[in-house]
């Protein structure tokens, strides 16, 4: 049952609830869809409290090892598939994903294990600062500095 103007949530409004979408997997562009999956609810749960950890937990209930590469997304409310669909892998992505609370009190979550299809991770916002890239100055770069010859003065 879906909740829409829950007692619960009209009078918490950090609470959320989740539909986990499992055991699936995406078809491609366009008009992605995600086949031959479950889906279950998770309700009242806290967008104070939550985190990618809480969400493990929950998977972990659906019966899944947490020990196995699983990867989690989330889809921007109203948006479809193609265009909406965001990574929930860290806490900059759930900081990203509760920015739509306003907007929704229900949210769609889907899981992926060993190897994802989608590329969320590589636009998540978390991964684009775990990676510096800079010209480095010609007398800095590791030719540059293997041609030079060392001079031992005695």
Not at 11 to 19: E, N, R, S
Not at 73 to 94: T, Y
Not at 98 to 120: A, C, L, M, N, Q
């Amino acid at each position: 049952m879906l909740i829409k103007n829950h007692f619960f949530t009209d009078i918490y409004p950090t609470l959320v609830t989740l539909k986990i979408y499992h055991g699936g997997f995406f078809t491609k562009k366009p008009g992605r869809e995600y086949v031959s999956g479950k889906m279950e609810y998770v309700d009242l749960v806290d967008t104070n409290e939550f985190s990618v950890h809480e969400l493990e937990a929950m998977v972990e209930t659906l019966g899944y090892q947490t020990s196995i590469p699983t990867f989690y997304h989330f889809n921007v409310p109203g948006l479809s598939l193609d265009c909406g669909l965001q990574a929930l892998g860290n806490d900059d992505d759930v900081r990203s994903f509760f920015k739509h609370v306003g907007s929704s009190k229900v949210f769609s979550i889907y899981v992926e294990h060993w190897k994802p299809t989608v590329d969320t991770y590589l636009r998540s916002p978390g991964a684009s600062s775990k990676v510096i890239i800079e010209e480095l100055p010609m007398d800095q770069s590791p030719e540059y500095n293997r041609s030079k010859k060392k001079v031992v003065k005695g």
